[in-house]
Every structure is written in C-alpha cells, then in structure tokens.
C-alpha cells in the first residue's frame, strides 16, 4: 500500500500548475498491481454493462472493437505520488458504450469490474459526459498485460487505482459500495487535487 511518508521531487515551476499537490512528475510508466498480472486472451475477453445484477448489454473483442473509438490525450496521477504528463490512449468512451447498449446510466454510482476480481467505485458522473474510457492502447500500442491490457478503465481526473486494469464490465449500483483499495483504506473519491489518498483526507 502507499504510505504517507513517501516525498517526491518537485518540478520547475512551469509545469507546477498541471500537478496535484504531493505528487512528483515521471517521464517512466511505474507499474503497480493488487496481484499477479493476468494474461486474457482476446477471444476469451468480454466487456459486459449491469444494471445491479442485470446484465443489459455485452460485447466479444471483435463487437468490442466495431465500437466508435477515439484518442485521448491524459495527465495521469497514482496514490503513491508519481504523476506522468500527456499520456496518449484510444478506446471507447462510456458514452459511446452507453449508447451503444441503448441506455442512459440508470444510477449515480458504479463498481468497475476487473478479470483477476479487482474491482472500484466511481462516481457515474466521473464516467459520462467524455471524462472516461475503456481504453484499448496506449501509445498507438495494443496496451500491455502489465499496464492492464488488453482493456483497461481510465478515469484521469481520479487516482489511477480507479482506472481498474483488466476490465470486464461496468455495475450500476443503487448505493456507493466500496471497491478493493477503498475496503483496505483508499478514499471513496480519489480526487488528486484534493490529496484525497486515504479515508479522512
């Protein structure tokens, strides 16, 4: 887990505006799983929308990838205080899968599920309106097992814990039910310009 004690180097000031306080800017891609690093075959993967229980809507990779796919271009910040700038990813936006499924987000809450059982809360106002992917490469690169290929959430206005490697579907909750690092004493939230790492920050 990330502790506190961690300090990182400051950068010159004229890229201090783009970085949350506490952390410190990497031109590296650290990687950092809650497991060992699953590897899903393609024709295995499966991408999967639920409303509570029920599932509304699932693609296979081929369905997956007939989707409307588009770049996006990202600072990223994880809990343990590394921030890397102009991160460069493409995928389907959750708009576009919503559409896709024929539904408006039937609730205010959402668990991202993962292949190796990971799973996060976000807000459902922190995955619409263009804030969040599923993103599907990186660096015009099929993303890598390690940095959680072949499909990975990216949510980069959060902590990176919240973009949930390896993901397998998206559940609407009725309530805000914490996922794996929130249940061992992450922030529910997760905002990095608010230094919201630990419960009570």
């Known amino acids: 887990m990330a502790t506190r004690g961690f300090i990182g180097k400051r950068p010159a000031d004229e890229i201090g505006n783009r970085l949350p306080p506490g952390q410190y800017l990497t031109e590296d891609f650290p990687v950092l799983s809650a497991g ?3 590897h899903v075959p393609l024709e295995k993967w ?5 409303d509570g229980v029920r599932p509304v809507a699932t693609w296979n990779w081929d369905e997956f990838a007939k989707l409307p796919h588009v770049k996006l271009t990202r600072d990223i910040h994880c809990v343990t205080k590394w921030s890397k700038f102009n991160t460069a990813w493409s995928g389907v936006m959750i708009d576009d899968i ?3 499924a024929g539904i408006a987000a039937p609730s205010a809450f959402t668990l ?3 292949s190796d059982g990971y799973t996060t809360n976000v807000p459902t106002a922190d995955l619409i309106d263009g804030k969040a992917m ?3 490469a990186y660096e015009g690169k099929p993303i890598t097992a390690d940095h959680g290929g072949p499909a990975r959430l990216l949510v980069p206005h959060l902590y990176f814990w919240k973009s949930a490697k390896w993901v ?3 559940q609407f909750t009725q309530r805000d039910e914490a996922g ?3 249940l061992r004493g992450y922030h529910m939230y997760g905002d990095p310009w608010r230094e919201q790492r630990f419960t009570g920050d």
């Open 180 to 182: 794996f690092w929130e």
């Open 98 to 100: 919503l559409a896709e």
């Open 134 to 136: 599923v993103a599907t």
């Open 112 to 114: 991202a599920h993962g």
């Open 36 to 38: 060992p690093t699953p």
């Open 46 to 50: 499966s991408f999967t929308i639920k």
């Open 168 to 170: 397998t579907g998206l």
